[in-house]
């Protein structure tokens, strides 16, 4: 099966470009190296042949108009995440950009922010199928299902994948969830607790030994499954059965 989510790196030093296309290609993204701001890019911008387009800025200046007109329309409906050395000019320019990062870069994080950036796309109804997404792989992953916990730890995984790869706030996940179900906080963080430890109870408890080996803090279970299924949706995108469209 192919990669269902496709990036586009656009940056003239080669070296830097197969090495960010080796480590995202191992985060499972589907990966292609390009000149920055040629009229190939533009190309494949125009077509929309990407999902998100990474462009390394050195501050050594890009020919902006020429690039925004080359890629049409589409260049405020894709999706670019800047690297930069320099100012904030080149992220200025481009209406469709929504990220910016700057060096060290980290492949993991930049794979989150895409995937986010995929699900947002998508809108409500992308959001809300996420959520129902992250529910089914739960229960398949041995949460046992009809439990609050379950659609409380559902909500909660979403909502960390859908906050473009950021660590878990936790306490703002309990206060996020408590928000939507009209509970407490606190009494999300005890219904959370509780489905975690039944699932090593009463799951599968060969599978949440092998994941954790002994029963884990409610954010490190929460972030295993958010990356658990950021890989699912970089490899599958979000099913048919979950509600969205692709």
Not at 159 to 169: A, I, K, Q, W
Request: overall charge negative.
């Amino acid at each position: 099966m192919g990669n269902a989510i496709k990036a586009i790196i656009a940056d003239s030093d080669n070296n830097f470009g197969k090495l960010l296309a080796a480590e995202l290609s191992a985060e499972g993204i589907g990966v292609s190296v390009c000149g920055k701001g040629g009229s190939e890019l533009a190309e494949v911008i125009a077509r929309g042949e990407a999902d998100a387009v990474i462009m390394v800025d050195k501050g050594n200046g890009w020919d902006m108009d020429e690039f925004i007109s080359a890629c049409h329309e589409r260049v405020h409906k894709t999706f670019f995440i800047v690297i930069s050395e320099g100012g904030n000019e080149l992220r200025e320019r481009l209406g469709g950009c929504a990220c910016m990062i700057s060096h060290p870069v980290d492949a993991k994080q930049i794979s989150r922010i895409i995937v986010s950036a995929y699900v947002e796309r998508l809108g409500e109804t992308g959001r809300d199928s996420i959520e129902k997404y992250a529910e089914t792989m739960l229960c398949e992953s041995g949460v046992i299902a009809n439990l609050r916990g379950t659609r409380y730890l559902a909500r909660a995984v979403a909502m960390t994948v859908n906050d473009s790869g950021r660590s878990c706030d936790i306490c703002g996940v309990y206060e996020d969830v408590a928000r939507k179900f009209g509970k407490t906080a606190a009494s999300v963080e005890r219904a959370v607790r509780m489905t975690v430890r039944l699932a090593f109870d009463r799951g599968d408890r060969e599978l949440m030994t092998e994941a954790f080996g002994d029963i884990p803090a409610n954010s490190r279970f929460i972030e295993y499954f958010s990356d658990k299924l950021c890989t699912r949706i970089i490899r599958d995108g979000i099913p048919s059965g979950s509600g969205s469209e692709q």
